[in-house]
């Protein structure tokens, strides 16, 4: 294998300039050649042949055709032509990282799972957080729901917990999930729209899909549009069993909580993001770690008994469904930590291969018969993404403790078992791999009786309560929030009947919801509400589930952007970057120009953006602080006029001194009480902690 060293010792040479390096010369053609030096490995082959050049191929004469012969160019160029394998149909797009699970609470009363139950024990695991409907390449701020898949290394094998930054899902059964995802991709005849559920063939599925309407006030609220991945829940979504020494099950629900506490974008925002920096999430998390301050979340439970699942007023068992922290409070037991960037993307983000089914002794699966689909599906995938049975040997995928058995061959075999045993029971090899009832993966002895045939319980049937819950919880901002949302969604549809059909769902979650859609839809009038299959019923609200109410009074991960130009003042300047820097938040200054800016008192200050490709929609609060003549020639740009207005339009705390009040005058801006004297920074870093609801209306017509 080619070493990466050649590519260090490549790097090496690159500052150098080709006149200076005595390594590099110049080729007939003028084309540069870097040759190995001192420490610098060879450029080989894959089969460690040696390369002589690697910027011409063999060619018949100076002028004449390539040769077939070329084994150098055809091993390289072959390699390129299969350097992609099949993205994940769902789940393409996504940032991953290394890091640890800490347990700080044993369960061992309910589980003999080692990682549940040796406190202090850091169990390594590797976490991926991506976006459901785009390809790889598609951008990182689309309205969807994230995945949330951890895979943890534990003692007793890998435990995959693949779940959502949602707790429920749109389906009840494994079998409509690829009409599910078929609704939601890119319309076959047009190969688009690409990473939006605003279209036509979404919304037709989900108004033939009553069982839907929970997952569409989730996804139609501002949990769709995170701020960052670092700042959003994961959920287990279904329940699992935990499994005692005594072979007593006690049911669980997984949740993961970040410790920056919740926080989203406005969709305006979202949108502009999208373009500003379509790796919008995946550079939040390269740079969190890489600076140190690593993304944490707390694991905690939710516990039941069967008995008390019976007396809830729905089933556990339905992946619509949740357990409101009201009836079953969280419990939390352990922390997640991401240190670790990963080394290659390719190897550890784009091969890692999750599968619910991989859970180690202790935890045990539950009959939603979601999960039950997903048991399949996953391995299968695995199958035809990573192309071998053997994918469990990429270094990403493999257990990191011992693991052996008499499963042998296959493709891209890496191990090379000795010996002439490859089967059990066996007398041969004392030594080989046995199984090992104590201590062996058991199946929780569930008693299962009924008739067989493909049905669905009764307690399935109530799709609405939940979603009503769910609406009923939000605070007003959110509410207004969702319900524009749904304006915005079905304005993209084509067919009224659709459009139609949803507005007569929502009758059945919240009148006034339906209301608000309808007028934001222009309908002369309320279309019919479909007859629910269930009584909808009127549940206590639950305010764990709105976001507002998890957003933290911290600053802590978020960035603030300080506009300045030639002739601002160093003094306003230092105060406000040291106060964000007390609160652990980033400063990036802003200017016409990257490079040195020429400060009031002749001091220079390097700008980390240049302001036509770093709106402000890249910060959590701005700051403008300008001298006059700065801020005239600036009231002439559009790049800094849509700077304060849109830091404005996304509620926004805004610092500014004599200059940036001059700017947002020019931008057309009132200042309100998130507009701050920069001599105030108490009160300026208290509002940038925030988004400032009240101006909302003043400035945006929601629904
Ligand atoms: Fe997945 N899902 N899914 N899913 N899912 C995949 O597996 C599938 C479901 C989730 O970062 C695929 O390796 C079926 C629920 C995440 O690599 C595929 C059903 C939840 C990820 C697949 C579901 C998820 C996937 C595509 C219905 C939340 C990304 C590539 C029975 C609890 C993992 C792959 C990563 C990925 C199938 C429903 C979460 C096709 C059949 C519910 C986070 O196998």
Redesign the pocket.
């Known amino acids: 294998m080619p070493t990466s060293k050649a590519a260090t010792g490549a790097a090496k040479g690159k500052n150098a300039s080709p006149a200076q390096d005595p390594s590099v010369s110049v080729g007939n053609g003028g084309e540069l050649h870097q040759q190995a030096g001192a420490g610098q490995p060879d450029l080989t082959t894959n089969q460690g042949v040696p390369i002589a050049d690697n910027q011409n191929s063999l060619r018949a004469n100076r002028k004449g055709p390539t040769l077939l012969e070329d084994f150098i160019l055809r091993e390289k160029i072959t390699h390129f032509d299969h350097e992609r394998i099949p993205e994940?149909?769902?789940?393409a797009r996504?940032t991953a990282a290394h890091g640890f699970f800490e347990l700080e609470k044993s369960l061992e009363k309910y589980t003999t799972a080692k990682i549940l139950t040796e406190i202090g024990e850091q169990t390594p695991l590797f976490t991926?957080i991506?976006t459901v409907a785009g390809g790889a390449g598609s951008v990182d701020t689309p309205r969807d729901v994230r995945?949330?898949?951890v895979k943890m290394y534990t003692k007793e094998g890998n435990w995959d917990l693949?779940?959502?930054n949602i707790p429920v899902?749109f389906i009840q059964d494994?079998i409509k999930?690829p009409d599910l995802v078929h609704a939601v991709k890119m319309e076959p005849d047009r190969g688009f729209p690409q990473s939006a559920t605003a279209h036509d063939t979404f919304w037709d599925f989900i108004s033939l899909t009553p069982e839907s309407m929970h997952m569409v006030m989730w996804i139609m609220s501002d949990r769709t549009i995170p701020r960052s991945l670092r700042m959003v829940e994961g959920f287990g979504?279904?329940s699992f069993r935990l499994i005692n020494a005594d072979g007593d099950s006690t049911f669980v629900k997984f949740h993961w909580r970040p410790k920056l506490g919740l926080q989203s974008t406005i969709w305006d925002e979202a949108v502009k993001i999208a373009g500003a920096d379509p790796d919008y999430h995946r550079r939040d998390m390269f740079d969190a770690i890489s600076a140190g301050a690593f993304p944490e979340w707390e694991l905690a439970v939710q516990l039941f008994n069967e008995e008390q699942a019976d007396s809830f007023p729905f089933d556990h068992l339905d992946?619509t469904k949740l357990i409101p922290e009201e009836l079953v409070p969280l419990e939390v037991i352990g922390r997640m930590v991401l240190n670790r960037w990963p080394d290659n993307f390719f190897a550890e983000t784009e091969q890692?291969?999750?599968c619910p089914s991989h859970i180690p002794p202790g935890i045990d699966f539950s009959n939603d018969p979601?999960l039950q689909?997903?048991l399949f599906?996953?391995l299968d995938?695995?199958l035809s993404?990573l192309g071998s049975p053997n994918f469990h040997q990429i270094p990403v995928n493999a257990p990191k403790c011992p693991f052996a058995n008499h499963q042998r061959d296959g493709h891209m075999q890496m191990q090379q078992p000795k010996g002439r045993v490859a089967y059990e029971p066996n007398s041969l090899a004392n030594d080989s791999p046995r199984e090992n009832p104590a201590t062996g993966f058991t199946s929780f002895g569930a008693d299962e009786s009924g008739a067989k045939g493909r049905v669905r319980a009764e307690s399935f049937a109530d799709h609405y309560s939940q979603a009503r819950q769910f609406y009923l919880s939000q605070t007003a901002h959110e509410q207004a929030h969702l319900a524009s949302a749904l304006v915005f969604e079905l304005s993209k549809v084509d067919h009224l009947h659709i459009r139609e059909a949803m507005v007569g769902h929502l009758l059945n979650i919240d009148e006034d919801l339906a209301q608000r859609v309808a007028n934001g839809i222009n309908l002369d009038k309320l279309p019919p509400a479909p007859k629910p299959a269930a009584p909808v019923q009127d549940l206590a609200v639950s305010p764990a589930l709105q976001i507002i109410g998890k957003m933290k009074d911290t600053l802590e991960g978020r960035m603030v952007g300080i506009l300045i130009a030639d002739g601002s003042d160093k003094k306003s300047i230092d105060a406000i970057s040291k106060r964000v820097a007390a609160e652990k938040a980033t400063v990036k200054i802003i200017a016409p120009k990257v490079g040195n800016i020429k400060l009031a008192d002749g001091s220079l200050l390097k700008a980390d953006g240049q302001l036509a490709g770093t709106p402000s929609v890249m910060f959590d609060a701005v700051a403008v602080i300008l001298s006059t003549d700065a801020a005239a020639m600036l009231g002439k740009e559009a790049a800094a006029i849509d700077f304060v207005r849109d830091a404005y339009g996304h509620l926004k705390a805004i610092g500014i001194d004599e200059g940036g009040q001059a700017l947002l005058q020019t931008a057309g801006i009132d200042p309100d009480a998130g507009v701050i004297e920069i001599t105030a920074p108490d009160k300026f870093i208290a509002a940038a902690k925030t988004r400032q609801w009240d101006r909302e209306a003043t400035i945006r017509t929601l629904a």
């Open positions: 994940r149909i769902v789940h996504g991926r991506s995945g949330f898949a693949v779940g959502n899902f494994a999930f979504v279904h992946p890692v291969a999750f979601l689909g997903r599906s996953y995938t695995q993404r």
